[in-house]
């Protein structure tokens, strides 16, 4: 197996770098961290040498260079199925599968409102109506997997960790950071993920 190295942006803030870290750690496999801090004079620099498209995270495996966090989930889920890292149902797959990209793709006011920060507490900022919309939606989204996918294997949205929970990792530790009210159930999420040892790692590490 070629050697696997992923090069991630400054753990405290790159919600994107957090989601392919943890599909990796969820393989137990070995990996090299390469970690570029953000937001410095020679950070895009830095991330060029590494991937043309002048963003982390980027994974590189032998000479493989895949950049786009989900595009890296799906290469590590493709490269480890062992770690089951789609739920096996099919209908449940489809489902993880839309929900990631959903995140994925969307949720500018609520990554704008309340930038990934694991090692602060904010106030809750001002809920504008497009603020609202997203916690609401994701907090529907939650509802709605753990209640038709979630009930054997873990407290997890399909039960067993899976790349959708990686893909709202980021969103889980905003929640916390920023005081959001949660119902039962997302909060049980919340602290589902942020319980995850590797997630714990994470945030003692930024
Ligand atoms: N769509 C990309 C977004 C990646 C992204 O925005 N990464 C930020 C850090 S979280 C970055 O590389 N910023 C560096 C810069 O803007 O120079 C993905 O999913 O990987």
Redesign the pocket.
């Known amino acids: 197996m070629p050697a696997l190295e992923i090069v991630i ?1 400054t753990k405290a803030s ?4 957090l989601r392919p870290w943890l599909a990796l750690k969820t393989t137990g496999e070995k990996f090299r961290e390469t970690l570029i801090e ?1 937001r410095q004079p020679d ?2 620099e830095k ?1 060029l040498r590494h991937s043309p498209a ?4 980027i994974l590189k495996h032998g000479k493989l260079v895949v ?4 595009a890296i989930c799906e290469y590590i889920a493709d490269t480890f199925p062992k770690a089951k890292l789609w739920p096996d149902d099919r209908a449940a797959r489809a489902v993880a599968r839309a929900v990631a990209t959903e995140m ?1 793709g969307g949720f500018a006011p609520l990554r704008a409102a309340m930038s990934m920060d694991v090692k602060n507490r904010h106030p809750t900022p001002p809920m504008t109506p497009e603020l609202k919309a997203n916690i609401d939606r994701v907090t529907e989204i939650w509802r709605d997997c753990r209640k038709r996918f979630g009930k054997k294997g873990g407290p997890f949205l399909f039960g067993r960790f899976s790349i959708a929970d990686a893909m709202y990792a980021p969103v889980a530790t905003r929640f916390v950071t920023y005081q959001v009210a949660l119902d039962p159930v997302s909060a049980a999420y919340v602290k589902a993920v942020n319980d995850l040892p590797a997630m714990k790692e994470w945030i003692k590490a930024a």
């Open positions: 942006g790159s919600s994107w770098s953000l950070t895009k991330i002048g963003f982390v995270p950049w786009e966090s989900l994925h």
